[in-house]
């Protein structure tokens, strides 16, 4: 544990508290005995954080959920019915883990693990997003695309009546080549 994190906090003279005093300044809403606590016991946090792995997640992520259980150790840790608050931290800041690495790995996070960015960019060399080519402009009307297929059978229907098969072959290449 750093000792130049926990000399910020000299002035409040945390350091000759213990960790019930402590964890009853927090509880009351002291918000310097809990970064006290936070720093103090930091180091369970990141002794827990490197024996786990999330997918998709970074470190600082992982310590996070440490942070969390750490936090709910110290909301919940209840000095009458609990022998020490570091063992008490420890088996939180797991349980918090776990339960992150359980969360993540369900199926039904995959599309969120493995989404991709509609602002990240489509070419290496330019900076055009995916947005950029999902434009909503570009969406046709259900009504239009009816009428066009109404027309184009009613145009079809006319061809096929007045024009010879070799008129047909003829406006076929034509129609082809453009």
């Known amino acids: 544990m750093a000792k130049s994190n926990l000399a910020y906090f000299t002035n409040d003279d945390f ?3 213990t960790d019930n005093e402590l964890i009853s300044y927090a509880k009351e809403g002291n918000e310097k005995a809990l970064e006290y606590l936070f720093c103090k016991y930091k180091d369970i946090v990141n002794m827990k954080v490197n024996k786990y792995f999330i997918i998709g997640a970074e470190k ?3 310590i996070q959920e440490g942070m969390i259980g750490l936090y709910k150790a110290v909301k919940s840790f209840e ?3 609990q022998n020490s608050f570091r063992s008490f931290a420890n088996l939180c800041v797991e349980r918090q883990l776990i339960t992150a690495i359980k969360t993540s790995n369900r199926q039904k996070h995959i599309p969120l693990n493995s989404s991709l960015s509609l602002n990240t960019s489509v070419y290496e060399d330019d900076d055009t997003s995916l947005m950029e080519l999902f434009n909503t402009n570009t969406a ?5 695309t009816i ?3 109404e027309y184009y059978t009613l145009v079809g229907n006319k061809i096929d009546k007045h024009l010879s098969s070799f008129e047909k072959q003829v406006l076929s290449r034509f129609a082809a080549r453009r």
């Open 60 to 62: 600082e992520d992982i």
């Open 15 to 17: 350091s000759k508290k």
């Open 140 to 144: 046709e009307d259900p009504l239009d």
């Open 79 to 81: 000095t009458d019915k």
């Open 147 to 149: 009428t066009k297929k």
